[in-house]
């Protein structure tokens, strides 16, 4: 039996502009977020703390914070990858914080400049700290299905990982297929996997991205299993500089158009998230690759 209701975690500030290369203006950035959150988007992750050399798009992270409402109803997460990043988010004043591990030795040495091992012990602090000053925390793993350097992903490897940073203190691990090469049974696989190892689908949350157009049939497979968490972006913008071949997340309106015809309750007004996804593909100049949106926009 499918759930009556799920969260869908917006992502297209962070994941999906990231990868820009032209920097949009902060004044963009802040009306996305804002028209996301007025089209009932339950919670939007707002930008990153991380080097702005490394991700020069979300440089602004301070400024655009100073921008949000960071105690209205709707949570405002931040990406935080180290100490460094967790006193420049507290500083801002937020309240929600992501850490984001990789489940492979390549992709942590190339998003993270750390050793697979040694980003546990960059994550560590940064969870203790974020909890003592009251924060929520969410944890990603990278590369849960497939690795452009490494290929295909153990399992156990992929449940080690997160099952690690989840111990450091996190109340949901979000499952990362980062470039988008999983198919429905690895899903279902993999959830599995976690189940047996006594982490439930209520600490799960799906991460899918869109690169061979398995994300939709993928957050199926998830929903069948019991997930009722999904990370989307508007659009279906994104991907990640640090991850060849990666492409846009799971778009947000393909997820809704699913979720409608199934009758499960997910709170966000299509039509107006339509609009924003056009306004924003016009602001970046480019078309949304979202089939929805561009069924309806
Ligand atoms: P590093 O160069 O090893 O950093 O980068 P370091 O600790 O050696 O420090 C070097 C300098 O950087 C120091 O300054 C630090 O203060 C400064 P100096 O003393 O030389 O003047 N520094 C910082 N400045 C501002 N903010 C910070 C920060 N940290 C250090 N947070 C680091 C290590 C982790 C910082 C770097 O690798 C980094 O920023 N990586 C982030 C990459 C990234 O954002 N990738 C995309 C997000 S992940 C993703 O998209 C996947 C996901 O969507 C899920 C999925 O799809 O699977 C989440
Ligand atoms: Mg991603």
């Given at each position: 039996?499918?759930?009556?209701?799920?969260?869908?975690?917006?992502?297209?500030?962070?994941?999906?502009?990231?990868?820009?290369?032209?920097?949009?203006?902060?004044?963009?950035?802040?009306?996305?977020?804002?028209?996301?959150?007025?089209?009932?988007?339950?919670?939007?992750?707002?930008?990153?703390?991380?080097?702005?050399?490394?991700?020069?798009?979300?440089?602004?992270?301070?400024?655009?914070?100073?921008?949000?409402?960071?105690?209205?109803?709707?949570?405002?997460?931040?990406?935080?990858p180290?100490?460094?990043?967790?006193?420049?988010?507290?500083?801002?004043?937020?309240?929600?914080?992501?850490i984001f591990g990789s489940a492979t030795e390549t992709f942590a040495q190339k998003n993270l400049?750390s050793t697979l091992d040694d980003q546990f012990?960059m994550f560590?602090?940064?969870?203790?700290?974020?909890?003592?000053?009251?924060?929520?925390?969410?944890?990603y793993v990278s590369m849960c299905?497939?690795d452009?350097w490494e290929?295909?992903v153990?399992?156990?490897q992929v449940?080690?990982a997160g099952?690690r940073l989840?111990?450091?203190?996190?109340?949901?691990?979000?499952?990362g297929?980062t470039?988008?090469?999983?198919?429905?049974?690895?899903?279902?696989?993999?959830?599995?996997?976690?189940?047996?190892?006594?982490?439930?689908?209520?600490?799960?949350?799906?991460?899918?991205?869109?690169?061979?157009?398995?994300?939709?049939?993928?957050?199926?497979?998830?929903?069948?299993?019991?997930?009722?968490?999904?990370?989307?972006?508007?659009?279906?913008?994104?991907?990640c500089?640090y991850a060849?071949?990666?492409?846009?997340?799971?778009?947000?309106?393909?997820?809704?158009?699913?979720?409608?015809?199934?009758?499960?309750?997910?709170?966000?007004?299509?039509?107006?998230?339509?609009?924003?996804?056009?306004?924003?593909?016009?602001?970046?100049?480019?078309?949304?690759?979202?089939?929805?949106?561009?069924?309806?926009?």
């Amino acid at each position: 039996e499918l759930p009556k209701q799920v969260t869908i975690y917006e992502v297209g500030p962070r994941d999906g502009l990231q990868n820009e290369s032209v920097i949009v203006p902060l004044e963009v950035k802040a009306e996305f977020i804002d028209r996301l959150v007025a089209a009932g988007l339950p919670i939007v992750e707002a930008t990153s703390f991380v080097h702005p050399k490394w991700v020069p798009q979300l440089a602004d992270a301070a400024e655009l914070v100073a921008r949000l409402q960071l105690d209205g109803p709707v949570p405002l997460p931040v990406l935080v990858p180290n100490e460094r990043g967790l006193d420049r988010a507290l500083e801002a004043g937020c309240t929600h914080i992501a850490i984001f591990g990789s489940a492979t030795e390549t992709f942590a040495q190339k998003n993270l400049n750390s050793t697979l091992d040694d980003q546990f012990a960059m994550f560590g602090p940064v969870v203790v700290r974020a909890r003592e000053a009251g924060l929520d925390v969410r944890a990603y793993v990278s590369m849960c299905f497939g690795d452009p350097w490494e290929g295909d992903v153990p399992i156990d490897q992929v449940v080690t990982a997160g099952k690690r940073l989840l111990d450091l203190g996190a109340s949901q691990l979000s499952l990362g297929d980062t470039i988008g090469v999983g198919t429905a049974a690895q899903v279902g696989a993999l959830i599995d996997a976690f189940g047996e190892s006594g982490v439930g689908v209520q600490s799960l949350a799906m991460h899918f991205h869109d690169t061979y157009g398995q994300a939709l049939a993928n957050a199926y497979a998830a929903l069948c299993h019991g997930i009722t968490t999904f990370d989307a972006s508007a659009g279906g913008l994104g991907g990640c500089p640090y991850a060849e071949s990666a492409t846009g997340n799971l778009a947000t309106e393909d997820l809704v158009w699913m979720l409608n015809g199934l009758g499960i309750e997910h709170g966000v007004d299509l039509e107006a998230l339509v609009a924003t996804s056009v306004w924003m593909g016009q602001q970046l100049g480019k078309e949304p690759a979202s089939a929805v949106v561009r069924a309806l926009g």
